[in-house]
């Protein structure tokens, strides 16, 4: 819900493009996880995050502790891309439960 | 490795009949949580569990959902008297904490 807001909603883009995602947290997020989930259902992971940037072939992650902020770049978008992303934050407070956004859906046309 | 493992994949329950679902965590995995994907509420968590004891079920609805890790190779969550609104895609999650969180397939439950 409100803790975790993910944006934008959806996106559409041009394969061979480059695009960003963002969450911002309302709760003391200690570590940040970022997810694919494709058309099947299957939630895969693509990042865990301490405060800090991660890279992985096409994509980068960053996360802000201090600003309360985590984005994903995707860079030379492939139609394998295509999927709802879902950021997700772990409290330290809260142990190791997950807060999910609402996801991203984004699509990669030719 | 085969991941994490749940059965069944889909579920159709009657309005008051008990649904029971299985969890297999990744072999070495000491963490096991569960979670509940709607379209109207997203992703929720429900309960979680390391070295098989309890941990946190703040996320469970109080009445008729209940939890168990009997041994570390499984857990299950088990809904009594199943409602409409129970309806959903329940996921299970494994992981060596405090590290990633690795999902199973996940069960699509629906209540008539």
């Known amino acids: 819900g409100d803790k975790v807001k993910q944006s934008p909603s959806a996106l559409s883009l041009q394969e061979g493009t480059n695009s960003a995602l963002r969450c911002n947290f309302s709760i003391a997020a200690t570590t940040v996880q970022w997810f694919l989930q494709n058309p099947r259902g299957s939630l895969m992971n693509l990042f865990y995050l301490v405060p800090g940037t991660k890279e992985n072939g096409r994509l980068k992650s960053a996360f802000d502790s201090k600003e309360s902020y985590s984005t994903l770049h995707i860079r030379d978008a492939q139609l394998e891309d295509s999927g709802t992303y879902f950021c997700?934050?772990?409290?330290?407070?809260?142990?190791?439960?997950?807060?999910f956004g609402i996801g991203t859906r984004v699509l990669v046309r030719p | 490795n085969a991941g994490v493992i749940q059965t069944p994949r889909h579920k159709v329950t009657g309005k008051g009949q008990e649904a029971t679902l299985w969890c297999e965590p990744i072999?070495?995995?000491?963490?096991v949580f569960w979670y509940r994907q709607t379209i109207v509420q997203g992703l929720e968590f429900l309960t979680y569990f390391r070295n098989q004891a309890p941990i946190d079920d703040s996320g469970m609805p109080k009445e008729r959902f209940s939890a168990q890790m009997p041994n570390q190779s499984h857990s299950t969550l088990k809904i009594q008297s199943t409602q409409p609104q129970d309806s959903a895609v329940y996921l299970c999650a494994s992981s060596l904490p405090p590290y990633e969180q690795y999902f199973g397939p996940g069960t699509r439950l629906t209540v008539l």
């Open positions: 072999s070495g995995h000491s963490a």
């Open positions: 997700a934050a772990e409290a330290g407070s809260a142990g190791n439960k997950l807060t």
